[in-house]
């Protein structure tokens, strides 16, 4: 009886298991648009600045709160289809120079602007010689037999700080690898890899679980 009772529970913690394992990329993907959901909302919610202004381009034409966020969120998506329009029509050069004239001229303001485009413009894959300097690394930390992670090279640039030549480095966290950390890498410590980037994502995404499909698996 106990033997059966055992069994039972066994086969009964292997189903659970198998369920879960089944639905954790659905419960991934859930938890990653939450996140992006409540801090669009911390950004853009009714009460932020943002937001106030949103609600404020509505109350122009209506004067419920609620009514006009909503309207003030559809004008503002009518707006940016309405530049993505002009920019697919070529007149992306003349809109970059107008805010490129207004905005770099502001002290402070113009810095993040500068820097803002410049990361933009390397999520823009119709510009290929914004990616081509971006590529998957692996980072030694410590000696020859340290820890090692997979990271982003920025750049093939080098820096040369305190009489050593260092590299900027993005490591992306994991399951969620919007954020990270940048580091001043030695360059000695920055070895090239055949991982793409779109790999090293899969990877960081799945916490590991693709890793073999992009790197070689050593037999034990």
């Known amino acids: 009886m106990q033997w059966l009772l055992n069994m039972t529970f066994r086969r009964a913690v292997r189903c659970f298991l198998a369920g879960a394992l089944a639905i954790l990329p659905a419960v991934i993907t859930v938890a990653v648009v939450v996140w992006v959901a409540g801090f669009l909302q911390k950004l853009l919610g009714p009460d932020t600045l943002i937001g106030g202004a949103i609600r404020g381009l509505g109350l122009g034409l209506v004067s419920n709160d609620a009514v006009a966020y909503v309207l003030g969120v ?3 998506l009518v707006g940016v289809f309405a530049v993505g329009v002009a920019v697919e029509s070529g007149a992306k050069n003349l809109l970059q ?6 905005l770099q001229r502001i002290p402070i303001v113009g810095n993040v602007y500068g820097t803002s485009k410049q990361l933009v413009a390397m999520l823009d894959k119709k510009d290929d010689a914004n990616l081509k300097g971006a590529k998957a ?6 000696k020859e037999n340290g820890a090692g992670v997979l990271a982003i090279l920025v750049s093939p640039e080098r820096f040369r700080i305190n009489g050593r030549e260092y590299q900027i480095v993005i490591i992306p966290t994991a399951p969620v ?19 793409s980037v779109e790999a090293l994502m899969s990877i960081y995404v799945s916490m590991g679980i693709t890793a073999p499909q992009f790197l070689t698996v050593q037999a034990p």
């Open 137 to 142: 690394v692996f980072c030694v930390f410590g």
């Open 74 to 76: 559809v004008l503002v």
């Open 177 to 195: 690898p919007i954020g990270g950390g940048l580091l001043f890498m030695p360059t000695e410590m920055v070895q090239h890899t055949d991982v």
């Open 97 to 102: 120079r107008m805010l490129d004239a207004v």
